[in-house]
């Protein structure tokens, strides 16, 4: 392949459908350079080496939904979704270089979107760790205030409950 696919194409074409991420057939055959027929044919030749969670085909609801995103769909009839474990299998049925150097880009953008999930989840959870540590303090701060209060013979602060002062 003369000239490397950038990760940022490539992870446009990776969408979350039935809770995995997947590479439509017409996408893979764009990238390897062949007709979206071609892909599948190869696929259907060795169909053993594409279980349920490498590859499946798009429900009507599915492409009507993904239809939105891409526009080469509306009218198809059957589309195929490949899981990250399937774009490797690929590699071996197409058997080209193309397909080798394209299917080593994929897996980087697989990699790639994995760490910054993984990055992001850590950071929410860190987040949310803060923020109920912050809470915790916030107590503790009101708590002090009201003893420093009480020290000093300050009545208690006033609370306003719906207009009312009590």
Same mark, same amino acid.
Not at 74 to 97: D, I, R, T
Not at 137 to 146: G, L, Q, S, T
Not at 153 to 160: D, H, L, Q, S, V
């Given at each position: 392949?003369? =000239? $490397?696919?950038?990760? =940022? %194409? %490539? &992870?446009? #074409?990776? /969408?979350?459908?039935?809770?995995?991420?997947?590479?439509? !057939?017409?996408?893979?055959?764009?990238?390897?350079?062949?007709?979206? #027929?071609?892909?599948?044919?190869?696929?259907? +030749?060795?169909?053993? =080496?594409?279980?349920? !969670?490498?590859? /499946?085909?798009?429900?009507?609801?599915?492409?009507?939904?993904?239809? *939105?995103?891409? $526009?080469?769909?509306? /009218?198809?009839?059957?589309?195929?979704?490949?899981? &990250? *474990?399937?774009?490797?299998?690929?590699?071996?049925?197409?058997?080209? #270089? +193309?397909?080798?150097?394209?299917?080593?880009? %994929?897996?980087?953008?697989?990699?790639?979107?994995? =760490?910054?999930?993984? $990055?992001?989840?850590?950071?929410?959870?860190?987040?949310?760790?803060?923020?109920?540590?912050? &809470?915790?303090? !916030?107590? !503790?701060?009101?708590?002090? /205030? &009201?003893? %420093?209060? *009480?020290?000093?013979?300050?009545?208690?602060?006033?609370?306003?409950?719906?207009?009312?002062?009590?």
């Amino acid at each position: 392949m003369g =000239r $490397t696919i950038p990760g =940022r %194409i %490539i &992870e446009s #074409k990776i /969408f979350l459908i039935r809770g995995q991420r997947v590479i439509l !057939d017409r996408d893979l055959a764009v990238l390897y350079g062949v007709g979206t #027929k071609v892909l599948n044919q190869a696929v259907k +030749r060795n169909i053993e =080496r594409f279980p349920h !969670d490498f590859m /499946f085909s798009l429900t009507r609801e599915e492409i009507m939904r993904m239809s *939105q995103i891409v $526009t080469s769909l509306k /009218f198809s009839k059957n589309v195929n979704a490949f899981s &990250e *474990q399937g774009v490797a299998m690929l590699s071996s049925v197409l058997g080209s #270089k +193309r397909a080798i150097q394209v299917n080593i880009a %994929i897996m980087r953008a697989f990699v790639k979107l994995r =760490r910054i999930l993984t $990055t992001q989840k850590e950071l929410i959870y860190k987040l949310k760790e803060l923020e109920s540590r912050l &809470e915790e303090h !916030d107590a !503790d701060i009101h708590d002090i /205030f &009201e003893a %420093i209060r *009480q020290l000093m013979g300050i009545p208690e602060a006033r609370k306003i409950v719906k207009g009312f002062a009590h």
